[in-house]
């Protein structure tokens, strides 16, 4: 079993990862909850008929009593209204500060469980048992939970670090192939910002079987490098920005689809393809980057370019939280594995942008 500790002032926790470690479950939570009496388990439709009976079997043979509910599959469940369902669920299980939530599912499910367990009863633990690429790679490590607002993605949230992490790779074989690529992206993301040879490795494994194959590897070194930045930067002031790599362009992508037409995952890859055209142009990323990043996010399925208006440009940078006043940094690519931050008049960026 690999263990990573995120390393963090009053609030380690550990990252576990390992094949069938689901199975696991019990005991490795009550080892991370040890006061824990309930855990309220939140999954998703698509989730729970997959892992949730055996999970729940599991955690009861620790000692927990048990209670769950699975929200809607997808990116709408990211809502007020399913925040509030959650929390009164919660009150209605009998759920004590001293218990805690489970978050069993991907990176909604992650987001959506993390932001409910930080706010009610003003905070309880909660652990984070991530069943898809993205969760696994990204949103599961570093305590960012939120929700979606009408106004963009992750407008209401908060940082909450988890008590545990439980990666089980094998919960990847059970995803669509759309689904597993979309995780992909994240893992990609990685290599862009700070490990050219891993870049490299990915270049060679442009298949799902090649890349399950060190899938154990490639869990590692994501969640390594996230570990390394969370511990320099948790509240997202300065290194950590360099995680959003793709993201600021990617989120006017998911606007302009109102997140429905383009996954976070495909979003994300057109994103950082126009990124490093954009650091090209500017003089700041080596001529060819982006000609090298788009082959291998071709060859993973993943889109290279998404069409967006100025306005819905506009719209998201505008509202986007790591803007700040008339300039906002955007994420460019001095070479592949290094990367920086570049701040930019808004305005001059959209003109870049057209």
């Known amino acids: 079993m690999e263990t990573l500790t995120v390393d963090l002032p009053g609030r380690s926790y550990d990252i ?71 929390w009164e669920r919660m009150m209605a299980f009998g759920l004590t500060r001293t218990d805690a939530v489970a978050a069993l599912g991907g990176g909604v499910v992650g987001d959506l469980a993390g932001f409910a367990a930080a706010t009610v009863l003003r905070g309880v633990d909660f652990v984070q048992l991530p069943t898809t690429l993205l969760a696994q790679v990204d949103s599961s ?42 995780g992909m992206a994240e893992v990609v993301k990685y290599g862009c910002i700070k490990d050219g040879e891993f870049f490299a490795y990915l270049e060679e494994r442009p298949s799902r079987e090649a890349l399950m194959e060190g899938i154990e590897y490639i869990l590692y070194i994501c969640c390594n490098i996230k570990r390394m930045v969370v511990e320099l930067d948790e509240r997202d002031t300065g290194e950590r920005m360099l995680l959003n790599f793709g993201h600021t362009l990617g989120h006017a992508y998911e606007l302009a689809g109102h997140y429905t037409q383009w996954s976070h995952g495909d979003a994300v890859a ?69 990367a920086v931050r570049h701040p930019m008049d808004k305005q001059v960026l959209l003109e870049e942008l057209r």
């Open 16 to 86: 576990l990862i390992e094949k069938g470690l689901l199975s696991r479950a019990g005991e490795l939570c009550r080892h991370a909850l040890p006061q824990a009496k309930k855990l309220f388990v939140v999954t998703d439709t698509n989730v729970a008929p997959l892992y949730l009976e055996r999970v729940t079997a599991q955690l009861e043979a620790a000692g927990f009593q048990t209670a769950s509910y699975a929200v809607p599959a997808g990116e709408g469940a990211k809502c007020v209204e399913q925040l509030n369902e959650l």
């Open 270 to 338: 057109a994103g950082m393809c126009a990124a490093a055209h954009l650091g090209e142009r500017l003089g700041i990323t080596p001529a060819g980057t982006a000609e090298r990043l788009e082959k291998v996010l071709s060859a993973l399925g993943l889109p290279t370019r998404i069409l967006c208006s100025p306005e819905q440009y506009g719209a998201a940078i505008g509202l986007d939280k790591k803007g700040s006043g008339s300039t906002i940094s955007v994420i460019l690519l001095e070479e592949l594995g290094r």
């Open 141 to 182: 490590v570093g305590g960012k939970v939120a929700i979606d607002l009408k106004a963009g993605k992750n407008l209401a949230g908060c940082f909450w670090q988890p008590r545990l992490v439980l990666m089980d790779p094998n919960t990847l074989d059970t995803l669509p192939l759309s689904t597993f690529m979309e």
